[in-house]
């Protein structure tokens, strides 16, 4: 088993020569359905069949995001193994993460302190940051990462950053002891927003978003 472990890579077309002739070709990247992947699995992966003799594996990669490509080779019976490893790591740290926001959000909703609402979008904005980033999101929540959902790392950290900015000044009482940086904070909580709704209408496209 082939396997990329950078789930935002965009498209990948794997070919694979076998003693100088075409023996199989197959596409990869979260641009297309999931369940159209030929491997099911958290990252891009695909089973060669390797007889004896030279092979060559060809790989062309398009993708909006950054360009890293981690290839490693498995046998097929510890590839099963390193999946499931990887699917228990990520269960434990997203349980964590949802214990949290529903205690950020009965706490908020109880107390009905706005400090509440802005550490959930800070910990949403993160917690969808890592959906999308490990792969986890295409393979539980959403079949296809196209339309809207494409743009749904940068938009998941504009989130991070607009809650968070502000969770800091009141989390840490900077109002009084620091006031140029609460006004930096509430700038960049501003801006934040502003590109989160800019990307969420269509106006500015993943690269954009990923800049600001």
């Given at each position: 088993?082939?396997?990329i ?5 965009n ?13 199989g070709?197959?596409r ?12 099911q ?8 069949e390797?007889p ?11 993708t ?21 490893r990887?699917?228990i ?53 959403w079949?296809?990462q ?20 502000l ?11 620091h ?34």
């Amino acid at each position: 088993v082939m396997e990329i472990d950078y789930a935002p890579l965009n498209r990948v077309d794997v070919h694979l020569v076998t003693q100088g002739r075409p023996a199989g070709t197959w596409r990869l990247g979260n641009d297309q359905p999931f369940d159209q992947r030929p491997l099911q699995s958290r990252g891009h992966a695909v089973a060669l069949e390797l007889p004896t003799g030279p092979h060559e594996l060809w790989l062309r990669v398009h993708t909006s995001s950054s360009m890293l490509v981690p290839i490693r080779f498995y046998r097929a019976d510890a590839f099963v193994v390193h999946e499931a490893r990887g699917q228990i790591v990520q269960g434990l740290m997203f349980g964590m993460a949802l214990a949290l926001l529903v205690y950020t959000l009965v706490n908020g909703l109880g107390l009905r302190d706005p400090l509440f609402a802005q550490y959930g979008a800070m910990l949403l904005g993160v917690g969808v940051f890592l959906l999308g980033y490990t792969g986890i999101g295409q393979q539980y929540l959403w079949n296809e990462q196209t339309g809207l959902l494409a743009n749904l790392s940068p938009m998941s950290i504009l989130l991070a950053l607009a809650g968070g900015s502000l969770f800091a000044i009141n989390a840490l009482g900077l109002a009084h002891l620091h006031p140029h940086t609460t006004r930096a904070l509430q700038v960049m909580s501003a801006v934040a927003t502003l590109g989160l709704v800019a990307t969420a209408a269509g106006l500015m496209d993943y690269r954009q978003a990923q800049t600001l």
